[in-house]
């Protein structure tokens, strides 16, 4: 475990931080600590550290290189390096040669990992989090494999990329050269008309807050009256709830999204399309559930 300051100022779930520690077990914490949290778990949960990100959460040990006269392992020193690239103002944190403790015993067949976490501060929001594999494996022959995500300092909040080795529908596996960002910016706000030559029949589509949990409200304005549709979509175009279908009048539209499906149930955090039809014309937004 080794705690250091920050060159900036890094804001994470809301809160200010200037300085981090790092832990050989492939997470690091912005709240000091000298628990060394070796046993993984889903994210957000109550075990393990606080304000934390987990590039690769498992048990890590340098190479083995031979045991003492009691029979215990002798291991060698796991590399960890950190340094401020002021060019590019980021802060990196890098794992090298580290192997699983659970394929330990095999030697140079152990599985190696070596990974880094790029912290990006941004002016008044939260930073930007990069999470980047050069060498990757995950086994779990004893364990449920490795954790990877972000958690807040009130264990309340929290976002799972990998647990026991299963993923969003959406999230490509780990392997090598994969990168994964977590960032509130948005990639784009698109809108798609299905007929270009029609008068567009509303403006001002928009959902606050975005992202939320576990409420937003989906807002627009109907220029003219007609009858329309806004249903709630996966990345993988199936249909999740249906909140408008009826004839509607000019003027301002508000609607309420609780996270449920159209059979009442919680849906998965991730990001999710909104798409209102009316009169010949579309408009498709995205908008991200925390949990």
């Known amino acids: 475990m080794k705690t250091v300051p920050l060159p900036f100022t890094f804001r994470f779930y809301g809160v200010d931080y200037n300085g981090v520690t790092m832990s ?18 889903y994210i957000p949960a109550a075990l393990g550290p606080y304000a934390m990100v987990a590039g690769y959460w498992d048990d890590l040990k340098g190479m083995k290189t031979g045991e003492d006269e009691s029979g215990n392992p002798i291991f060698a020193n796991m590399r960890i390096i950190y340094w401020y690239d002021s060019t590019n103002n980021r802060y990196i944190i890098e794992w090298n040669k580290a192997y699983n403790q659970y394929t330990i015993d095999l030697g140079p067949n152990a599985s ?83 007929d270009e030559t029609l008068p567009v029949p509303v403006c001002n589509l928009h959902n606050y807050p975005n992202p939320f949990n576990p409420v937003t409200t989906i807002s627009f304005t109907a220029k003219q009256k007609g009858f329309a549709t806004l249903n709630i979509y996966n990345l993988k175009g199936q249909l999740i709830k249906t909140l408008l279908k009826d004839n509607i009048l000019s003027g301002e539209h508000k609607l309420i999204w ?7 149930n919680n849906v998965a955090s991730g990001v999710y399309l909104y798409k209102l039809n009316m009169n010949g014309s579309s408009q498709i937004k995205k908008m991200l559930l925390l949990k």
């Open 24 to 41: 050989s077990n492939g997470w690091i914490s912005f709240i000091p600590t000298d628990q060394s949290d070796f046993y993984n778990c």
């Open 258 to 264: 609780d996270g449920k499906d159209n059979q009442g």
């Open 112 to 194: 190696m990992e070596k990974f880094q976490i790029i912290l990006y501060p941004k002016l008044e929001q939260d930073g930007d989090i990069v999470i980047q594999y050069h060498t990757v494996d995950n086994p779990g022959i004893t364990t449920n494999y490795c954790t990877v995500g972000i958690e807040d300092h009130n264990q309340l909040r929290g976002l799972t990329y990998t647990h026991s080795n299963t993923y969003p529908v959406t999230a490509t596996p780990l392997t090598p050269g994969l990168a994964i960002k977590f960032t509130t910016t948005w990639p784009d706000n698109y809108v798609a008309n299905e």
